[in-house]
């Protein structure tokens, strides 16, 4: 009996010694771990966020800029493309770690999700087909006026009066709508406006001066200040050394 309380008495010194090492590494983590996070997109707004067709991979000004910050951060991103309304929805429940997706930072967004600052800054303008010259802005806009559902051009239109909103699913159903004669304008995003106007200068045009204005941050669900906390820091790191302007002029945003 003795023996075994001398051995014991050892036994609990010796683990005293390695038990606080232990502890150590739990409380101070590898600061250059790597992070795997799942980041949500909605990729049909061009030049944005995209689904590239010859590789079949989500490309895009919001994707070039995640990534780069993603390595200012060590993070690890597995994009998940999904659409606007359930974007919004997995965000307010917490389903993915981040959101990049021309998000406009909204009062009532910040209610469910939080926001990274900004990082650009954008507006909805009025699209028509360039033989329309009935509607030349807001003060005489009419018909039927195209927009994405849960965006804020819907929310710009949603506002207005004389006008029927025809709401999508995706941008680019507005736009083929617009062109092919079914709706009179479309409520859009400045940036995706002008992409469409660009490829298509023949049969679109914006028209009159921007409705409102906007800027985009990357959106992380409440909780997760730590997480919000590494992407501002990386933003200020990617601004900082002026990726964001070389990044616009590669995706010609203007």
């Not at 390595?71 to 919004?88: F, G, H, M, P, T």
């Not at 005489?140 to 909103?165: C, F, L, P, R, Y």
Request: net charge negative.
């Amino acid at each position: 009996m003795k023996k075994f309380s001398i051995l014991l008495v050892m036994f609990s010194l010796v683990a005293a010694l390695i038990l606080p090492g232990c502890d150590n590494g739990t409380d101070d983590p590898n600061p250059t771990a790597v992070t795997k996070i799942r980041v949500a997109t909605d990729a049909t707004w061009a030049p944005f966020e995209y689904v590239d067709t010859a590789t079949n991979r989500i490309v895009g000004f919001d994707i070039d800029l995640m990534n780069e910050i993603a390595k200012k951060a060590n993070l690890e991103i597995e994009y998940i493309n999904v659409e606007w309304d359930s974007l919004l929805a997995g965000m307010a429940q917490g389903t993915y770690d981040a959101a990049i997706s021309s998000i406009t930072i909204t009062a009532d967004r910040q209610l469910e999700m939080n926001f990274s600052n900004p990082y650009y800054a954008a507006g909805q303008i009025i699209v028509v087909r360039s033989s329309n010259n009935t509607i030349t802005g807001a003060a005489n806009i009419s018909g039927k006026v195209g927009v994405q559902s849960g965006t804020t051009g819907d929310t710009e239109v949603s506002a207005m009066t004389g006008v029927e909103k025809v709401a999508y699913d995706e941008i680019g159903l507005a736009f083929a709508a617009l062109m092919s004669n079914q709706i009179d304008a479309i409520v859009c995003d400045t940036p995706v406006a002008a992409g469409y106007v660009t490829k298509n200068p023949t049969q679109l045009k914006t028209v009159g001066a921007m409705l409102s204005a906007e800027e985009y941050g990357i959106a992380v669900p409440k909780g997760k200040e730590d997480l919000l906390a590494k992407i501002n820091a990386a933003l200020a790191e990617v601004k900082a050394a002026g990726t964001i302007p070389t990044l616009l002029t590669k995706w010609e945003i203007e």
